[in-house]
């Protein structure tokens, strides 16, 4: 038998054994439901490698042939205990037998495999990564020279050769050695990565906390000064109604930033309706002119039509956060041009203004928590762009020069469906006036 033959058949039964525990994790990582079902998906995945190593086997002699699937039976037990070692006995075996038929011996010796590695699973499950190491090649190595004894035991024609030592007792702890690595590699890789995912998650929540009690005290400690001062009684009525004004206008403040808080941290965005580009953004430019106008800056427009899918609060809320974001950073005024346009299947709309501009630095952490360019500002306002662009499915860039001005380019999924049927029937009801 040519020896490269053999060496291929024994990497194609290492690429199947490998492959199914790769495919093993990413299901488990990337597929919700099948954490619940983590032993029946270690089953099916760790069976498929026993079926193929015994279709394409390792031939020793022209009188014995062998593979490596005592490798999948023994981790499978190891890591799923006798439930799993169970189905995977039964479906060696009904393989073995149904390719190669009856076989006594087979049947005795991955009986005394399975009962032997069940017993040991639920101490192997409480190891380090280095104690599971040891323990799993010291008992591959006792278990196959054990069934090697039973199998000459039970048999006079069977004959221990070199091929049959390498193939049978020395490969197989090697192996075993190495899968349990990976397996350990990756379990180790996954818990981390889960516990980087809860750290990031805890530190946008206290970046947001410190941001939200520090901006939330500041207009509460006005607030609490103006009423102290409203006790005084040589006060006049115009000083009490300037007062009271003082803490309605901090009050809105706080409110205002609550409502921004609550809109980030807003799981999903609740009543979705077709919204007309055009109609919504010139909305927003005009709830806005006063604030350009006492900024000295111009705004023009040239709106296309299109249509989008989102929730209408939340998708003016959000430009009326970039466009108010755009007017201040034309401290001592300029020009504000906003330009929407369909596209194909998308609809872009870009904010250009000539103010200040980004660095680089500003542009990365754009609608981070608790960061924002402005000396009073909280950075809810952009964390709410953000957010609610991302909802919608769409995408936000920013192209910005320092002292030149910057351009945010929003790019979101156009509603095309809607849009010809809002067309339709308004066509429609100008033929039936006519």
């Given at each position: 038998?040519?020896f490269?033959?053999?060496n291929?058949?024994?990497?194609?039964n290492?690429?199947?054994?490998?492959?199914?525990?790769?495919?093993?994790?990413?299901?488990?990582?990337?597929?919700?439901?099948?954490k619940?079902?983590?032993?029946?998906?270690?089953?099916?995945?760790?069976?498929?490698?026993?079926?193929?190593?015994?279709?394409?086997?390792?031939?020793?002699?022209?009188?014995?042939?062998h593979?490596?699937r005592?490798?999948?039976?023994?981790?499978?037990?190891?890591?799923?205990?006798?439930?799993?070692?169970?189905?995977?006995?039964?479906?060696?075996?009904?393989?073995?037998?149904?390719?190669?038929?009856?076989?006594?011996?087979?049947?005795?010796?991955?009986?005394?495999?399975?009962?032997?590695?069940?017993?040991?699973?639920?101490?192997?499950n409480?190891?380090?990564?280095?104690?599971?190491l040891?323990?799993?090649?010291?008992?591959?190595?006792?278990?196959?020279?054990?069934?090697?004894?039973?199998?000459l035991?039970?048999?006079?024609?069977?004959?221990?050769?070199?091929?049959?030592?390498?193939?049978?007792?020395?490969?197989p702890?090697?192996?075993?050695?190495?899968m349990?690595?990976?397996?350990?590699?990756?379990?180790?890789?996954m818990?981390?990565r889960?516990?980087?995912?809860?750290?990031?998650?805890?530190?946008?929540?206290?970046?947001?906390?410190?941001?939200?009690?520090?901006?939330?005290?500041?207009?509460?400690?006005v607030?609490?000064?103006?009423?102290?001062?409203?006790?005084?009684?040589?006060?006049?009525?115009?000083?009490?109604?300037?007062?009271?004004?003082?803490?309605?206008?901090?009050?809105?403040?706080a409110?205002?930033?609550?409502?921004?808080?609550?809109?980030?941290?807003?799981p999903?965005?609740?009543?979705?309706?077709?919204?007309?580009?055009?109609?919504?953004?010139?909305n927003?430019?005009?709830i806005m002119?006063?604030?350009?106008?006492?900024?000295?800056?111009?705004?023009?427009?040239?709106?296309?039509?299109?249509?989008?899918?989102?929730?209408?609060?939340?998708?003016r809320?959000?430009?009326?956060?970039?466009?108010?974001?755009?007017?201040?950073?034309?401290?001592?005024?300029g020009?504000?041009?906003?330009?929407?346009?369909?596209?194909?299947?998308?609809?872009?709309?870009?904010?250009?203004?000539?103010?200040?501009?980004?660095s680089?630095?500003?542009?990365?952490?754009?609608?981070?928590?608790?960061?924002?360019?402005k000396?009073?500002?909280?950075?809810?306002?952009?964390?709410?762009?953000?957010?609610?662009?991302?909802?919608?499915?769409?995408k936000?860039?920013?192209?910005?020069?320092?002292?030149?001005?910057?351009t945010?380019?929003i790019?979101?999924?156009?509603?095309?469906?809607?849009?010809?049927?809002v067309?339709?029937?308004?066509?429609?009801?100008l033929?039936?006036?006519?």
């Amino acid at each position: 038998m040519d020896f490269v033959y053999i060496n291929h058949n024994v990497l194609d039964n290492v690429f199947y054994i490998i492959v199914s525990l790769l495919m093993f994790f990413v299901l488990v990582d990337n597929v919700k439901k099948f954490k619940q079902y983590r032993k029946a998906l270690l089953t099916a995945c760790i069976s498929l490698p026993i079926i193929f190593c015994m279709k394409f086997p390792i031939y020793i002699d022209e009188y014995c042939v062998h593979d490596l699937r005592q490798i999948p039976v023994f981790i499978g037990t190891l890591y799923g205990g006798w439930p799993v070692g169970a189905v995977l006995l039964v479906i060696m075996l009904t393989s073995r037998f149904a390719i190669y038929g009856m076989n006594g011996i087979t049947l005795v010796v991955y009986i005394v495999i399975f009962v032997a590695t069940a017993l040991f699973s639920g101490r192997f499950n409480r190891f380090n990564r280095k104690n599971k190491l040891i323990s799993s090649v010291l008992l591959t190595i006792v278990l196959e020279i054990f069934t090697t004894y039973v199998a000459l035991w039970m048999s006079d024609i069977f004959v221990v050769t070199e091929a049959y030592i390498f193939y049978f007792i020395i490969l197989p702890p090697i192996l075993m050695f190495f899968m349990v690595y990976i397996i350990e590699l990756l379990s180790d890789a996954m818990y981390i990565r889960s516990k980087i995912v809860k750290f990031e998650k805890m530190e946008v929540v206290s970046q947001l906390a410190a941001s939200i009690s520090h901006e939330v005290r500041n207009p509460l400690t006005v607030v609490k000064g103006f009423m102290e001062l409203l006790k005084s009684p040589n006060l006049s009525l115009d000083e009490k109604k300037r007062y009271i004004e003082h803490i309605e206008r901090e009050l809105h403040n706080a409110e205002s930033i609550i409502s921004d808080y609550l809109a980030f941290a807003k799981p999903a965005i609740e009543k979705v309706e077709p919204l007309l580009i055009e109609q919504e953004i010139r909305n927003v430019i005009d709830i806005m002119k006063p604030l350009a106008k006492m900024s000295s800056v111009t705004i023009t427009d040239n709106l296309g039509q299109g249509t989008v899918q989102g929730n209408k609060n939340y998708f003016r809320q959000c430009f009326l956060n970039l466009i108010k974001n755009a007017i201040e950073a034309m401290p001592n005024g300029g020009e504000l041009q906003i330009v929407s346009a369909l596209e194909k299947n998308k609809v872009t709309v870009k904010i250009v203004d000539t103010g200040v501009g980004m660095s680089k630095e500003q542009i990365n952490r754009f609608g981070e928590p608790y960061y924002t360019s402005k000396t009073k500002g909280t950075g809810l306002g952009s964390m709410v762009a953000v957010k609610t662009i991302q909802t919608m499915n769409g995408k936000l860039d920013i192209d910005s020069i320092l002292n030149v001005g910057t351009t945010i380019t929003i790019t979101l999924p156009a509603f095309i469906t809607e849009y010809k049927m809002v067309q339709k029937d308004s066509q429609l009801k100008l033929e039936t006036e006519f």
